[in-house]
């Protein structure tokens, strides 16, 4: 990221063109700014309709202008905001009127939200709930980013550190004040057992790790079975668009298609895979290894068999549930033993096949209760919990004391509160221009 001092500007709103266009200012001329163009800075954080005016005095538009000036704003410096008409013209207009002035820039991705960080507005764990608020597709998404960006995972983590850096005291005491009939003894004798009593909440944390991966990146269900049972036309009915290639001949899915649904408020991911059997070529033989593997990432398996000629399959060890699906129930006169029979011609069935789906991805999902939001928050987690378990009553304690310390620095990093330079890039970078 670009340092700091310069004033950044950026279009805040959606693609132009559109009803209205927000572009936003921060920094340290932002309040200068409002002025040149607009001849007047409205009182702190009241919107005013204004002539906006370029150098030359031509109007560019006539429009409402807030100024928030810091640090009691988002970014907590200096902010402002245009709120244009959405033509592409007005808004490169002044943009290029920014531009032109000094120390003034377009704002890197995740800029805005980046200085808010520095600025100590927002923690890491708040910072990457409002990312997710921003790409939400589905309700849980956005509760689950409210809930995560409301303060209380930093709360939650917080509070550990804490813990662990009283025990870090208790310890140096032992150590500074070895003599002393003041050092209660829970400075050394007691020291494992507390460390051990919060590994195991940050232990029951962990487990909720697969909640926080559903909702953010959806409950993969993967559709596995002989060439011809119907994968590809059931993919396509559930989708109500073509998706895959349908023919009688075997072999017709070569590589791993994808559907997105959102059911009951949850982002499942349907993958159509290529068919299980003996290939008979090199490109065949890849897409069959690629339906293994899908299928051991599953949340849920469904295998789907040709109710015509029921065809049992060789799943590779996976972990997940299984669903038996009798395809092309239209052409048999019995079911069968399936736990669902359905027609990807006529639709038969859909309806309790999708139910199902649903029951699975809802019980998947854990409500209403704090879960790590992210792969990094489980990593930093996870060696928390390996430095607390490390802690021995036998073990010197400087060796106890420096658990501890590497234990508090994990936790640290999931809030930003040490050492997270070199994840600053990597984070907001992901962001989106004018957040």
């Not at 902010?79 to 890197?108: I, K, M, N, P, Y």
């Not at 005291?169 to 050092?183: G, K, L, Q």
């Not at 159509?272 to 339906?291: C, K, N, P, Y």
């Not at 304690?397 to 999931?414: P, Q, Y």
Request: proline residues 4%; glycine residues 10%; charged residues 25%.
């Amino acid at each position: 990221m670009v340092p700091s001092h310069d004033t950044i500007y950026a279009l805040s709103s959606g693609v132009v063109p559109a009803g209205i266009a927000v572009v936003r200012v921060s920094g340290p001329a932002a309040r200068d700014a409002v002025l040149a163009l607009c001849g007047v800075v409205p009182p702190a954080r009241m919107m005013r309709l204004v002539e906006i005016r370029g150098a030359d005095g031509s109007l560019i538009d006539n429009a409402m202008v807030v100024y928030f000036p810091g640090p009691g704003s988002f970014t907590g410096e200096d902010c402002a905001e245009f709120h244009l008409h959405g033509s592409r013209a007005v808004v490169s207009t002044l943009q290029q009127e920014l531009a032109a002035r000094d120390g003034f820039r377009l704002a890197e991705p995740g800029e805005f939200t980046l200085r808010a960080f520095r600025n100590g507005r927002v923690d890491l764990t708040e910072a990457e709930a409002l990312s997710d608020l921003i790409s939400a597709e589905t309700e849980l998404q956005r509760q689950f980013a409210l809930e995560q960006g409301a303060g209380r995972l930093r709360g939650l983590y917080e509070g550990w550190r804490a813990e662990i850096v009283d025990m870090m005291a208790m310890s140096e005491a032992a150590i500074d004040f070895a003599d002393e009939e003041a050092v209660p003894d829970e400075a050394g004798a007691d020291l494992a057992a507390r460390a051990e009593e919060l590994a195991g909440r940050i232990e029951a944390h962990l487990t909720g790790s697969k909640t926080g991966e559903v909702i953010r990146e959806g409950f993969r269900v993967v559709l596995v079975g002989a060439p011809n049972a119907g994968k590809s036309s059931l993919l396509n009915r559930i989708a109500g668009r073509e998706v895959a290639i349908v023919t009688h001949e075997a072999g017709t899915t070569r590589d791993v298609l994808t559907v997105d649904l959102d059911l009951g408020g949850i982002l499942v991911r349907l993958f159509d895979t290529a068919g299980l059997r003996e290939a008979e070529g090199l490109v065949e033989r890849i897409g069959v290894q690629r339906s293994l593997e899908e299928a051991r990432r599953a949340d849920l398996v469904l295998e789907i068999q040709d109710m015509q000629c029921p065809a049992t399959i060789d799943l590779p060890e996976i972990d997940a549930p299984v669903i038996r699906v009798g395809n092309k129930r239209d052409l048999v006169s019995a079911p069968g033993k399936f736990d669902v029979a359905v027609s990807a011609t006529t639709g038969q069935g859909l309806d309790k096949l999708l139910e199902l789906i649903q029951q699975h991805a809802r019980d998947a999902v854990r409500h209403n209760e704090l879960v790590p939001a992210r792969q990094r928050h489980v990593e930093l987690l996870g060696r928390c919990l390996a430095s607390l378990r490390r802690i021995d009553p036998g073990d010197e304690v400087a060796l106890r004391v420096e658990n501890l310390r590497m234990a508090a620095t994990a936790l640290g990093r999931i809030t930003g509160q040490v050492d997270v330079e070199d994840l600053l890039d990597v984070i907001f970078s992901r962001f989106c221009i004018g957040k």
